[in-house]
């Protein structure tokens, strides 16, 4: 068992130590360093879009509606149950009187109410008008120039070199520089 878990720990450390020197040689795949470059030229390629702006537009309106003439109902249904209650005294007596009081009472309040309603019906309506706001959008066209990259010349040991960036590099531009050693088969 102690056997086993040797191996295991022996194994994983030699895991580790491999993934790490392989970890520090990333990047580095041939013999290159990094070195600058002057900028001798540098062009921006230019693409032309359509823009479409919205715009909103908004103003005041007047709008007219009709709204049914409005008298309150509460007066005719109160004279109407008075009314109705004296009729209903009229008839009946002792606890019969009252009965017959209440009775009236409330169909005479029914009666003045309805009354009520169809003249209101009758009168019709009136027109009223309020003022409201209304918004429009409406879109313009517009032309721009959008800069989706520059052409970049420079010159690195007295060669001119063309490559393209997404920024302005500026005065001088990074380079990566690689050696490379050329063995001569008729020397070995």
């Known amino acids: 068992m102690i056997r086993k878990l040797t191996t295991v720990a022996l194994g994983a450390l030699v895991l580790t130590a491999s993934a790490a020197a392989q970890a520090d040689n990333r990047g580095k795949r041939g013999n290159h360093d990094y070195d600058y470059a002057r900028v001798t030229e540098v062009v921006p390629i230019v693409s032309y879009v359509e823009v479409r702006r919205p715009h909103r537009e908004c103003w005041d309106d007047v709008v007219y509606y009709e709204e049914p003439r409005r008298r309150s109902t509460a007066g005719s249904t109160i ?32 009666i003045g109410h309805d009354a ?73």
Not at 83 to 92: A, E
Not at 163 to 172: A, I, L, V
């Open 116 to 188: 009520a309603v169809k003249r209101q019906r009758r009168d019709g309506y009136e027109v009223r008008s309020r003022t409201v706001e209304r918004c429009q959008t409406s879109y313009t066209l517009d032309h721009e120039e959008r800069i989706d990259g520059y052409n970049v010349t420079y010159r690195y040991h007295g060669r001119s070199f063309t490559t393209r960036t997404d920024n302005h590099p500026g005065e001088r531009i990074r380079v990566r520089v690689s050696v490379t050693p050329i063995v001569d088969r008729r020397e070995a």
């Open 79 to 110: 004279v109407g149950g008075i009314v109705g209650g004296v009729i209903g005294r009229q008839f009946g007596d002792g606890r019969g009187r009252d009965a017959m009081t209440v009775v009236g009472t409330l169909v005479g309040s029914a």
